[in-house]
């Protein structure tokens, strides 16, 4: 392994110093080093700009600088070439005058020796490497900081103060970075989410967690409202009980609004759908129900005229074709439009659909209740919680292979929760995940509608659960406990 010569300039006005030095220099170091002997720091500066040194020694007294300056003109000039002090004096305080000037050592004339020298060189050069990578990791931190399309605060959330902004950040809550630095990170939230800002901020330094994703408006001062998702990590320790966090922000306020064009769009396309269903569903039953009814009252009348065989026979059996006819007519009917929520309400509904499930799959189903009566301010709402137990029912019948459902309505702190299950094979969590579910994508989406939460799981050979959860804002409820 070749050892890379070190070079080492010797900044000393006294003769005897230098050849001291530089004797001892050569005895530690031997054929290791270089040394560039000037009296005068111009010789030493001139010289500087000409060649790299690894490391500079320099007395503090010189012919043409005194003191701290000198050390203060060396970094000047020397940004990163390690620097070494040689004073005759022992003195503390100058000594880290020295340091904080720029110097990475301190040495007492006379108190040198090899083993001191060997040591000073390597400590120094390998300190001022060290230095120099953290520098350059400090710019590095710092380009990313003023650059980065994200915008990056460091704040205290203990108490709110910023730390430091870079400018993205300030351009996307509407603020000068000067104005962020004298404001609590509180003051930039919508007042209506200040309350929820609060508790997730609580919740998050007492969970321990080492990082957390918020969503939240903002308020510019102009009054306009946008809305932006808030990373935060735990970032450093600035104090035994201080610790500070980056916050990076980003303006979510377009995708916002296309997610909520999304829902009133799905919204739109859902009530489309359910005025085509009403429409068809009129049609066969006052239409084709009534056509055959008229029909079968026909073939009574004829069934009673004709009695001669083989024709009374036939017509009787058309009787009772037509008959069969209009009950499939009638129970399609039913199905493309829920007249029962009409007649019956939101809970006779779905008692209904509850019954209908039992009589036509023989599953056994039960259905407990703590209200007497149900029902939502918006009667579209009605129509989509309607539709997604509706929809439920049909995957139980077409792929849990149940014997048993149960059906629970209650009502808790904040919403009306309805609970369904099933003892039948579970649901897989890639048949929940799949995009090819659309049963599950559109009771999601029916749900999104009116602000609920629609979950559901599943245990191999134990059967699904579904659960629905409606806001108690959406619904009126009376409390009467209905077993079934």
Not at 30 to 48: F, Y
């Amino acid at each position: 392994m070749i050892i890379p010569t070190i070079h080492i300039l010797l900044i000393e006005d006294n003769e005897a110093d230098a050849i001291l030095v530089e004797s001892d220099l050569q005895q530690a170091m031997g054929e290791q080093m270089t040394v560039t002997h000037v009296e005068r720091l111009s010789s030493a500066i001139e010289l500087i700009h000409k060649k790299s040194f690894d490391l500079i020694l320099s007395d503090l007294t010189l012919p043409d600088s005194d003191g701290i300056t000198t050390i203060k003109q060396l970094r000047e000039h020397a940004i990163s070439t390690p620097i070494a002090v040689l004073s005759f004096r022992d003195d503390e305080k100058l000594a880290i005058k020295a340091i904080k000037a720029g110097a990475q050592d301190y040495l007492v004339k006379g108190s040198l020796t090899e083993g001191v020298l060997a040591r000073v060189i390597r400590y120094s050069i390998e300190r001022q490497r060290i230095e120099e990578s953290n520098r350059r990791a400090q710019k590095r931190f710092q380009t990313i900081f003023e650059k980065s399309p994200l915008g990056i605060a460091l704040v205290n959330l203990h108490t709110g103060r910023y730390y430091d902004v870079n400018p993205k950040y300030a351009s996307i809550v509407g603020r000068r970075v000067d104005e962020l630095i004298d404001i609590s990170h509180a003051d930039i939230i919508h007042p209506d989410d200040l309350q929820s800002y609060h508790d997730d901020i609580e919740s998050f330094l007492n969970s321990g967690r080492v990082d957390c994703k918020i969503e939240k408006r903002i308020l510019h001062q102009d009054i306009s409202v946008f809305w932006i998702k808030i990373s935060i990590v735990r970032f450093e320790a600035i104090a035994s009980n201080e610790i500070c966090y980056l916050c990076m922000i980003e303006d979510i306020t377009e995708r916002k609004q296309m997610i909520e064009n999304l829902h009133q769009l799905a919204a739109h396309l859902q009530d489309i759908r359910e005025e085509e269903r009403t429409r068809i569903g009129r049609e066969i039953h006052d239409v084709l129900g009534g056509t055959l009814t008229v029909l079968k009252m026909d073939l009574d009348w004829l069934s009673k005229k004709i009695t001669a065989e083989p024709m009374h026979e036939r017509i009787k059996l058309l009787y009772q074709l037509t008959g069969e006819a209009i009950e499939t007519a009638r129970r399609v009917s039913v199905n493309l439009r829920p007249n029962v929520l009409d007649n019956l309400g939101l809970l006779g509904a779905i008692e209904w659909l509850v019954r209908e499930l039992e009589q036509r799959t023989k599953i056994d189903c039960t259905l407990e209740s703590t209200i007497s009566n149900l029902s939502c301010h918006n009667k579209s709402y009605e129509t989509a919680i309607f539709r997604i137990i509706q929809e439920v029912f049909i995957n139980i019948t077409r792929h849990s292979n149940a014997t048993e459902v149960d059906v629970e309505l209650v009502e808790d702190e904040d919403d009306f929760v309805i609970t369904i299950k099933d003892n039948g094979v579970g649901i897989t969590k890639l048949q929940i995940l799949n995009p090819q579910s659309f049963g599950i994508i559109s009771m999601n989406e029916r749900t999104q509608q009116f602000g609920g939460e629609f979950e559901i799981s599943g245990i191999a050979s134990q059967g699904s659960v579904v659960m629905l959860r409606i806001p108690l804002a959406l619904v009126t409820c009376a409390e009467e406990a209905i077993d079934g």
